[in-house]
T-cell receptor, first 112, second 114 residues
């Protein structure tokens, strides 16, 4: 089983619509959770951290469900510029070492 | 100036060549990382350095040799690579190797091995 699993997509979203997708993680000792955004042929950049109580940053809302071990990202009022791959990143400890684990990414394509 | 800079941005090399990738961070971080990103796969951690000491070598073949002369600079020396090593190599830094927050990535070095 992969440490962090994501639906690869692509999610084709009309401009102005809402899109949501999840990420599941296997390590119950995971402590920190992030969504990164990666544009084509560019480096990943932090979109937002995910907090236990859920958090919102403009049109983006992230949720954490520790019991079911998943996090989610919802994008409202999608813009063409939201087209990207969204990486789920989890920090947790295994064998006494802490490390970041990455999902393979969910591709979002916003269409006019 | 960006926080983490990588050079070269693109590199094409033959299997018998020796080349190096360079990474420099201007964020005052103590930890630096090399990741490999292949198409449609999660980022693979290769090496971690904390206070210029290697803390993790993720079973990387010896044809990849890291060097960390100080907390701000990280190199990846490449020697007798294989075509399957073609990928995007990303350098990243963070305040420490613990649960200290986000990773900051460089723009990556796209490597093609012929």
């Amino acid at each position: 089983r992969k440490e962090v699993e994501q639906d690869p997509g692509p999610f084709n979203v009309p401009e102005g619509a809402t899109v949501a997708f999840n990420c599941t993680y296997s390590n119950s000792a995971s402590q920190s959770f992030f969504w990164y955004r990666q544009d084509c042929r560019k480096e990943p950049k932090l979109l937002m951290s995910v907090y236990s109580s859920g958090n919102e940053d403009g049109r983006f809302t992230a949720q954490l469900n520790r019991a079911s071990q998943y996090i989610s990202l919802l994008i409202r009022d999608s813009k063409l510029s939201d087209s990207a791959t969204y990486l789920c990143v989890v920090w947790g400890t295994t064998d006494s070492w802490g490390k970041f684990q990455f999902g393979a990414g969910t591709q979002v394509v916003v269409t006019p | 100036e960006t926080g983490v800079t990588q050079t070269p941005r693109h590199l094409v090399m033959g299997m018998t060549n020796k080349k190096s990738l360079k990474c420099e961070q201007h964020l005052g971080h103590n930890a630096m990382y090399w990741y490999k990103q292949s198409a449609k796969k999660p980022l693979e951690l290769m090496f971690v350095y904390n206070f210029k000491e290697q803390t993790e070598n993720n079973s990387v073949p010896s044809r990849f040799s890291p060097e960390c002369p100080n907390s701000s600079h990280l190199f990846l020396h490449l020697h007798t690579l294989q075509p399957e090593d073609s990928a995007l190599y990303l350098c990243a830094s963070s305040p420490g190797t613990g649960n200290t927050g986000e990773l900051f990535f460089g723009e990556g070095s796209r490597l093609t091995v012929l």
